[in-house]
């Protein structure tokens, strides 16, 4: 089958790619694939991998263990564990420590013709969200899995730096707590975005230090990082949402003299987000940017890796 | 009065320091304080401070605003705060952004004959608890700062790193919650003494990675991070209890991945300590090393400055 294969820091699409065959998960047609963040680490060789990229996707089941399964449209958690060792039984199962993860670790991912995954990661999509929505779900689980780490109370001060795919999922989705939210945007349509939906966007320079409650970092990058820093009031919570390249030089006196909680956060829950895409409280269709079919996936890729793009979808 | 006085890094002892005199503040006649490790940071010049050095006492009023407090014996929280400010009204006092500290920042400390604090500062000690433990209220208060902003499950597996004067207090404390505590103690005399209160040690090598629900990091060394850090199981807290030398090289985009939670930890409740205290839940007078009179002070700065050494107290 067709497929985007990533081997040595080199992606290339390839037509001779074993169509997967796994008995006791379901084999799934996909409809639409989306870029992500971790995509391009992974082609830039953060992590190492082999394989068929790709881990955001909606599709539709035409081979599984259970009948009942066949036809349906679905989505997926990226990680498959193995239901047994301590953080499986400890409601920790997406750390897992024999996971393999869609596209990221050990398992082929969805920039095919088909994948595979159990079906205890399966949900089915309801039928009013279309295949663009739907194709969000995995990203916009991973938004929510703030609120599923800590409190955001109505009261609180919320910045979010940086507007990119995930964080317009995140300030959509921190707006319906209610909380006082400002995002930092540094492109004139990221801004756009937000406003379009109420989100109240702030400049750099008019971030006050030391007096936001919640600080979200999205940018993945030292900068971001030193703006949330300074952001955070004593006894904040600073929510780290983007990986970093390398490691990173931290002041940690200063977050033990003003108690800061720091969190990292990664995977979320998949029902709430297809049920907030169900209710419409969220619109991640305001981020696609461009749509290719999976035969010019390189040039997908291509566009996808433009400073500040926002979404491109892969299709069948 | 005689007093130990710091100025450009330079510790010295005084005859001629005046007595305060704040007339809105309690005078108090100091009966014991304790060298800590933030006193020996602040002679090696990690913070700026010029005035008498300490902050860890027990003492008796002698003058006061409110006469019924006159010749209680107390000890007393070293933030002295505005009260109006955005922290002070939502229960982040010792966050006060006007804040001044005993003996840390702008305000004298008690390697003194005489201090001054507000009277909402000051504790009353029960009668029951002497002088020697009572000087112990601060660190102990430090020490409860941990289960005041996380919660510690009886069933957690926590893992303390570092054994020292505060490491102690915290191994203490925490063996109440029933939790499944071990503690890294480098010293011999480290580990006999939490052994004797059976309290269980563990090796370097013995510390399974990634396995611990909470781990407390107290060495404030590099070391003690990156031990902490591989300790520290997906999901796990790890609790920075030490002020680091300068910045720390960290690698985020693991701690993200883990979703790991670290939180800065400083000044704690006094009146849980005291209880605690009052009840002998808790016995820190096991780590008194050596005793001076105040004109020793300097000598006894000496001692407290070695390595391993654990409390020593300075008399009136």
Not at 29 to 36: E, N, P, Q, V
Not at 63 to 72: K, L, M, R
Not at 138 to 157: M, N
Not at 159 to 164: I, K, Q
Request: with cysteine; glycine share 8%.
């Amino acid at each position: 089958m067709k497929a985007l294969w990533l081997e040595n820091n080199k992606i290339s699409l390839r037509d001779d790619v074993p169509q997967p065959q796994k008995p006791n998960e379901a084999l799934i047609k996909i409809r639409k694939a989306g870029i992500c963040s971790t995509d391009l680490e992974l082609v830039k060789g953060y992590y190492p991998y082999t394989g068929v990229l790709g881990h955001e996707f909606v599709g539709e089941v035409v081979e599984a263990p259970d009948a009942s399964w066949i036809g349906a449209r679905v989505v997926g958690d990226i990680n498959a564990v193995c239901g047994k060792c301590e953080a499986c039984l400890n409601g920790r199962s997406t750390h897992c420590e024999s996971r393999t993860v869609l596209g990221i670790v050990n398992r082929d991912g969805v920039f095919a013709e088909y994948t595979t995954l159990p079906l205890e990661n399966l949900h089915r999509v309801p039928d009013s969200v279309p295949d663009k929505m739907a194709v969000f779900t995995e990203p916009l689980a991973a938004a929510l899995e703030i609120q599923q780490q800590i409190q955001i109370k109505p009261t609180d001060r919320v910045l979010v730096v940086g507007a990119g795919r995930l964080g317009q999922l995140i300030s959509q989705t921190l707006a319906l707590t209610g909380c006082d939210l400002h995002v930092l945007a540094r492109h004139s349509f990221q801004q756009n975005l937000l406003t379009a939906r109420g989100i109240r966007i702030i400049s750099a320079e008019n971030i006050q230090p030391r007096k936001w409650d919640v600080v979200v970092e999205v940018t993945g990058s030292p900068d971001g990082f030193n703006i949330a820093r300074t952001a955070i009031r004593p006894r904040g919570t600073l929510v780290l949402k983007s990986t970093y390249k390398g490691d990173m030089s931290v002041n940690f006196s200063s977050i033990v003299v003003d108690e800061i909680n720091i969190v990292g956060s990664r995977c979320g829950p998949f029902e709430p987000a297809l049920r907030l895409m169900e209710k419409r409280e969220v619109d991640p269709t305001v981020l696609i940017a461009e749509e290719y079919a999976l035969g010019d996936g390189i040039l997908a890729f291509e566009k996808a890796a433009k400073s500040g793009m926002l979404k491109v979808l892969v299709g069948a």
